[in-house]
T-cell receptor, first 113, second 116 residues
C-alpha cells in the first residue's frame, strides 16, 4: 500500500539552529500538509500546500516556518531558528480528491535543546 | 471556526469487550466529514473510519463502527471485541470538505487501554 515517508524519524538540534524536515508524499497525490503534535497534546494544523503554493496556514505557521516542494517528489518543512517550544512530533500528510482520507507519515520527532 | 471535543481523556476496557469513545463537534456547515484516527505507541496516525455528514447510515469498518447524530453534533466510536492491539490514542477529527483545501481539525484525544 502506498505510504508517506518522513525523514529523519528523530532529530535533535540546538536552539537557534535551522532544521529541515523531509517528506515524500504518495506519488499521485496533489495536496500536502504539515501537522504538529506537542507531546501529550492534540494534533495541530500548520500548513497545506497545493499547486506549488501554500493554500492555507495556521497562526502557528509564522515567519520562522517555510515549506517547499523542491523537486516534484519531496515536500519539506523548514524551521529557520528553532526554539525550545518547537519540540514536537511533526507529521506530513498527503491527499488526493476522492481518497477516503489523508494519509499520514510516521512523523519526525524534533527535540530542541 | 470548527471545534472538536473529546471529553474522555482516558478509558480502559477488558479484552473482548466493547467500548465507546465520545466526540462532539461544533460547526455551522451542513456537509462535512468526520474521522477517527488511531495513534498507537509508535506515534503513527492511522485512519480508522470516516463518516460523511450527508449520509444517514452509520459507517462501519470491521470491529469499528460509529454512532453519528448530526442534530446533536455527536460522533462516537464503538470498538467491538476489543483487542490488545487496539491500545492507542484515538483522535476524532473534522474536515469541512473533501476538496483537499480544508485542514483536519482534531480533538485532544482519548487514551484507550485494552486490558488482558
Amino acid at each position: 500500500e502506498p505510504e508517506v515517508t518522513q525523514t529523519p524519524s528523530h532529530q535533535v538540534t540546538q536552539m537557534g539552529q535551522e532544521v529541515i524536515l523531509r517528506c515524500v508524499p504518495i506519488s499521485n497525490h496533489l495536496y500536502f500538509y504539515w501537522y504538529r503534535q506537542i507531546l501529550g497534546q492534540k494534533v495541530e494544523f500548520l500548513v497545506s500546500f497545493y499547486n506549488n503554493e501554500i493554500s492555507e496556514k495556521s497562526e502557528i505557521f509564522d515567519d520562522q516556518f517555510s515549506v517547499e516542494r523542491p523537486d516534484g517528489s519531496n515536500f519539506t518543512l523548514k524551521i529557520r531558528s528553532t526554539k525550545l517550544e518547537d519540540s514536537a512530533m511533526y507529521f506530513c500528510a498527503s491527499y488526493r480528491v476522492g481518497d477516503y482520507g489523508y494519509t499520514f507519515g510516521s512523523g519526525t520527532r524534533l527535540t530542541v535543546v | 471556526a470548527q471545534t472538536v471535543t473529546q471529553s474522555q481523556p482516558e478509558m480502559s476496557v477488558q479484552e473482548a469487550e466493547t467500548v465507546t469513545l465520545s466526540c462532539t463537534y461544533d460547526t455551522s456547515e451542513n456537509n462535512y466529514y468526520l474521522f477517527w484516527y488511531k495513534q498507537p505507541p509508535s506515534r503513527q496516525m492511522i485512519l480508522v473510519i470516516r463518516q460523511e455528514a450527508y449520509k444517514q447510515q452509520n459507517a462501519t469498518e470491521n470491529r469499528f463502527s460509529v454512532n453519528f447524530q448530526k442534530a446533536a453534533k455527536s460522533f462516537s466510536l464503538k470498538i467491538s471485541d476489543s483487542q490488545l492491539g487496539d491500545t492507542a490514542m484515538y483522535f476524532c477529527a473534522f474536515m469541512k470538505s473533501n476538496s483537499g483545501n480544508t485542514p483536519l481539525v482534531f480533538g485532544k484525544g482519548t487514551r484507550l487501554s485494552v486490558i488482558a
